[in-house]
């Protein structure tokens, strides 16, 4: 149901669409106001004197009544609001005609009223039901107007103009044949010349187009046929001709509606119309052999049997040229913006074997101007290690009726490999089958090459940042290796004396002495593979991690720092804290770099009160590692602000490290937060129990 019906109620939107924006909008002017109602005065007024002359004498009425059509062509023109002034304007114009056929004044009257009834109802209830200005270049615009204007409005007009004529004991005939008479001229009226005047004065706008000469010479060509075709049939055929012949003009009424739509298709009807009326009412044509009354009805019959098509072929003719018309708007937007961002664009129409690909697709893929697409050269493109997926994505696509999505690489003639991202569906048709595939591919190859640029520097600048961390550690390791380095040095020397001073070894003696130097060698061996370890330059691997495990190595090479600064550890951790998949050399970056940064905040605290707490728990799927330091607190105004990069507290300090330690984190799928305490800080990694790759 319309929104407007259901928002406002069916009265509102009747209003509305009643006081809508129609053709009516370029006679707001109250200039062009006035010239329309002396137009109407003179079209009404002459309308009438045609009338008359298009009556089968002695037949009382006209074949065709214009006035009444005349003045609901200028109903349609205005706004409804300026339709007193039209009424306004025609009322002289039919004073004068009924003057000068010596009707009663009161008979005028009448006639007046039923007049301006019919183009009312007509007017009014066309507005209503179409959806936007009639302009009869719709099927939907020429039916309104057909059961509304040429059909309602004359059909209720003539009950009332039947009591009129009753009422006034005006002619010999009886009420319905009053009814019918003036029903079938003011239809056929309503047919032929307002369906003319709609279709050049309410598409007024045409006439301002450039018309090629061709077509000129077209439309003087059908003209001229048209008109001989009809003086010869119209005028020169006796009533004993064969009555198929009256249809001979069809083929040129076709021609016209086909190739020139509305005005075309009205301007021959007029045409026809009035060529044949004008020699019927003069007795020439096939239509003169019956008596006046019969003649008349019979060329109302064949000139409205003629018309209705017409009218509905020419809307359907400018329909479908219009809607071809915004396709072919619509597909040049389409290429445009796909050329613009190099898109490649394709359809497959399985049922007639056509395709269609744009140069931009052509020329990514290979193919050769005319060359019809297939599912298999399309996969002879295809890198061959993404075949099968590419292939398997397709036809689970096909067989879902679903849109597909795949990424995939495109390996070329010369050998370059193309990453592209492939976007289609397939259609089906009214019985169910697949008819058609769209699809639409984007090459994402400077992108996937920059995100892997992107991704080695980071891993440099990672490096890079524990290779900092490490040369601010340099005195605490030196310290670390100095400690078992002097051990080995001691027991070997004490081995040596020991050798040179007994006359004979105790073997259990020595063997303590070699175990303590193999002791003391694999602890300092083991300090520098973590060192090394840390500063490695390699790829990423991920695997399982143990937090609690990378806490403890994480101390280790921290002890001799943590000794000399006087700082206590206190470790709440949780026996039970699941692995994570994660990279354990970046994981040992992240709480060095937590660890470090907590040091470095206490060092204007008395050594009493030096205390990091370090805590492992697990909840909601998620592991979670916290370092709680009693030092200087984070910045007040902003505690984020020390993940920005080169946001820096320390003299000295580059600012990249809890920067680099949140982007890892997060790389992993996790998070890293930290929280200002009134007498220090807290930092969390939290990490979810699988992460990256299983």
Not at 204 to 212: T, Y
Not at 578 to 605: G, R, T, W
Request: aromatic fraction near 10%; glycine fraction near 8%.
């Amino acid at each position: 149901m319309d929104e407007t019906f259901e928002e406002d109620g069916w009265m509102a939107a009747a209003t509305r669409r009643l006081r809508g924006s129609t053709q009516s909008d370029s006679f707001e002017n109250p200039g062009r106001l006035i010239g329309t109602a002396v137009l109407v005065f003179l079209g009404y007024f002459f309308g009438a004197q045609l009338g008359f002359a298009l009556t089968f004498k002695p037949h009382p009425v006209s074949v065709l009544w214009p006035p009444n059509s005349i003045l609901l062509a200028a109903l349609l023109l205005t706004p409804p609001r300026a339709w007193w002034l039209m009424l306004l304007a025609a009322f002289p114009a039919h004073c004068l005609v009924e003057l000068q056929s010596g009707v009663p004044l009161r008979m005028m009257f009448c006639w007046f009223i039923s007049n301006s009834c019919e183009a009312l109802v007509g007017a009014a209830s066309i507005r209503y039901f179409a959806a936007r200005p009639i302009r009869l270049d719709r099927l939907r615009d020429v039916a309104v107007f057909c059961c509304c204007g040429v059909f309602l409005g004359p059909f209720l007009s003539s009950f009332l103009d039947a009591t009129f004529v009753a009422l006034n004991r005006w002619g010999g005939d009886t009420y319905w044949e009053v009814w019918r008479i003036r029903f079938s001229s003011n239809a056929l009226a309503v047919l032929i010349i307002t369906s003319f005047i709609l279709a050049w004065v309410g598409q007024a706008n045409g006439l301002r187009r450039k018309i090629s000469r061709a077509a000129l010479f077209e439309a003087g060509v059908l003209g001229m046929s048209l008109l001989g075709l009809g003086f010869i049939l119209f005028y020169w055929l006796t009533p004993n001709t064969d009555v198929a012949l009256l249809y001979a003009p069809l083929p040129l009424l076709l021609w016209a509606a086909i190739r020139f739509g509305t005005r075309g298709a009205t301007t021959s009807i007029a045409a026809i119309g009035l060529l044949a009326i004008w020699s019927a009412t003069h007795g020439h044509g096939p239509f003169v052999e019956h008596p006046a009354r019969e003649s008349a009805l019979y060329v109302q019959i064949f000139l409205g049997f003629i018309s209705l098509p017409l009218l509905f072929l020419a809307a359907l003719t400018e329909e479908r040229t219009e809607t071809e018309a915004t396709l072919r708007e619509r597909n040049e937007r389409i290429s445009l913006a796909a050329e613009t961002a190099h898109l490649a664009l394709w359809t497959i129409d399985f049922g007639r074997g056509r395709s269609w690909m744009n140069e931009v697709g052509r020329e990514l893929f290979g193919f050769a101007p005319n060359e019809q697409l297939s599912r298999e050269i399309f996969l002879e493109c295809v890198h061959p290690e993404d075949r099968e997926r590419v292939s398997d994505a397709i036809d689970r696509a096909r067989d879902a009726s679903q849109r597909f999505e795949i990424e995939y690489r495109l390996l070329r003639e010369n050998g370059e490999t193309h990453w592209l991202i492939s976007r289609g569906c397939y259609i089906r048709n009214h019985r169910g089958q697949t008819s058609e595939l769209l699809g639409v591919a984007l090459d994402v190859t400077r992108q996937v090459r920059a995100n892997l640029e992107l991704s080695q520097q980071q891993q440099e600048l990672a490096r890079l940042s524990r290779v900092t961390v490490m040369g601010e550690l340099t005195a605490s390791l030196a310290h670390e290796l100095n400690q078992p380095l002097a051990a080995i040095a001691s027991n070997a020397a004490a081995g040596k004396r020991f050798l040179a001073g007994a006359a004979s070894v105790d073997p259990t003696t020595f063997r303590e002495i070699l175990d303590d130097i193999f002791s003391d060698a694999r602890r300092a061996g083991a300090v520098i593979h973590g060192i090394r370890q840390f500063i490695r330059k390699g790829e990423e691997t991920r695997s399982s991690v143990s937090l609690n495990r990378v806490i403890a190595d994480v101390l280790q090479l921290l002890h001799s720092d943590l000794v000399n600064r006087a700082i206590r550890i206190d470790k709440q951790i949780s026996a039970s804290l699941p692995p994570v998949q994660a990279d354990p050399v970046q994981m040992q970056q992240v709480l060095m770099n937590l660890i470090v940064n907590s040091l470095e905040a206490m060092q204007e605290v008395a050594p009493a009160q030096r205390r990091i707490i370090i805590s492992s728990d697990h909840s909601h799927g998620s592991a979670r590692v916290a370092v709680r330091d009693f030092g200087v607190g984070l910045p007040k105004d902003n505690p984020e602000k020390i993940f920005s990069h080169f946001f820096s507290t320390k003299p000295n300090g580059m600012g990249m490290g809890l920067a680099i330690a949140r982007s890892i984190v997060e790389a992993h799928g996790g998070e890293l937060t930290a929280e200002s305490l009134s007498d220090g800080s807290r930092f969390s990694l939290i990490l979810p129990h699988k992460t990256g790759l299983d």
